[in-house]
Each structure stands twice: as structure tokens, then as C-alpha cells.
């Protein structure tokens, strides 16, 4: 995205006054780069929402890039809608945003202003610079209220997201795999047999070995017909027993396993 994404507002969480320098890529390939040639030493990225689902191409870049998890942010998704300095919500005529955020929206639009016009831009904060470079009062954009600072707009109205405790889970990556002593969480990735009950084998080492498994993701596997490569979250520590038992375990039923990162 550009400045003022909520991939930003993520890595402003996270980082807080640690960073020296930040810089916004078009696409998230784009970030991954960025960390595998050395220009930045993390990249910041979505992962998942908790009313749409799955970023599924990043968990497909997981696979790809020889990269670590090493820390998440939860971020609360607080839309708004801002137009330009004097406009009102009388004004408003064309509304644009990313096309997630409109989803999130679709009530307050759908109830209150079905006669706006919705277009999808590929960012929120695309959409709220559109907005001041047109300087056009009967168009508005739906983003965070942070937008209306940096690109000097005005509020026309807050948390018009449908659902109030939306929030997205960011992760945070890194070329170097690092892991915090104190981590109690543990991302997996694994490829297995295509066969009868080779998924319920690899789960029940899990299962008796105590683990907490809080989520599970299957993605296809490039150039192979219906075979899957899954992602799985346990809680623990990789210094833990009864993980590093689950770990043999898992090893001698799958095919491939990965630890993406403790943290």
C-alpha cells in the first residue's frame, strides 16, 4: 500500500519508536523482496481477518520465501469516512475504497446511502490520497482516521464498519529467524500423504502431547492436483518437551515440515 495503510498503523504498533526507517511497497511479493535482498530487515503483512477470513496469497508466500514469523500485531479495523476539507455527507455522491473495507461496510451503505456509488481501489489509503489530490467534495473514501491526518481530509463519520470488533492479525517477517526465549506460539507448515487419514495422524501427535492447536489452513500445492500443504498454529515454545516431541513425530508422518516461527 502507500503511506498511511493499515499495514502501517500495524507496524507502528508493533515497533513503536524502535524504527529507524520504514518504506511501502505496491504488492506484498513486493515486501517479501524487500527482506530476502536485504533492503529492509522486516516486513509487516495481513494475515488474517476476523469477519472475512484468510489473506490467502501470504500464507502462500509463507511457502515460497524462506522467511520467519517473528512477532504479530492485532490491529481493531476502525473505518471511516472522510472527504475534503468543507464537504458533508449530504455531498457525498462516489465512495471509494479497498474492496474488503466496502464488505465490512455494506450495512451503513446499504441502509443509510444506497444511492452512492462504491468503487474498489487496491488500498484504504489509495483511496483517502485519490481524495485529496481530486479535491472533489462529493467524493469520499473509507478508511482509518489516521488518513484524515496525513492527507488533511475531514471526518465525516466513524466506525461505520458493520461489526465493531473487527480486527486483523499482521505478522511480522524476517530473513533471519529469530525467536523470542518467551514465545508461546508456534506456526507450522506441513505437507503430508496424500491418503486415508494421514491428517487425523499428524493431529493426534498433537493430541498426545497436550498442544493447543488454535488454527489450521490448507492451500494447494503448485502443480499438483488436489493435494494440499497446510498451516498450523499450536501454542508452546520450541524449548517445550512436549513440542519438541510433537515435532518427531510430526517429521515421521509428513512429508515436509516447517517451523515458520516461535514467537
Known sequence: GVQGAYSQLAMMAFFGENIKDSFHVDLWRDAMDAINDG???YA???IENSLAGSVEENFD???E?????VGEQILKVDH?????KGATIEDIKTVYSHPKAISQCEGYIRNLHMDWDVINLRNTAVSAMKIRDDKDKTQAAIGSTYNATLYDLDILEESIQDAKNNETRFIIVSKDKKYRSK?????L?????HEPGSLYRILSN???NGINMNRIESRPIKGVNWQYRFFIDIDGNLDDEAVRNALIGLSEECVSVRVLGNY
Not at 80 to 84: C, K, Q, R
Open 65 to 69: 520465501y524462506n522467511v520467519a514469523i
Open 44 to 46: 509487516v503483512l495481513p
Open 61 to 63: 508466500l509463507l511457502s
Open 206 to 208: 498433537l493430541m498426545f
Open 183 to 187: 514465545a508461546d506460539k508456534i506456526s
Open 189 to 193: 507448515c506441513l505437507e503430508i500423504n
Open 80 to 84: 471511516a469516512l472522510l472527504g475534503v
Open 39 to 41: 533492503r529492509a530487515d
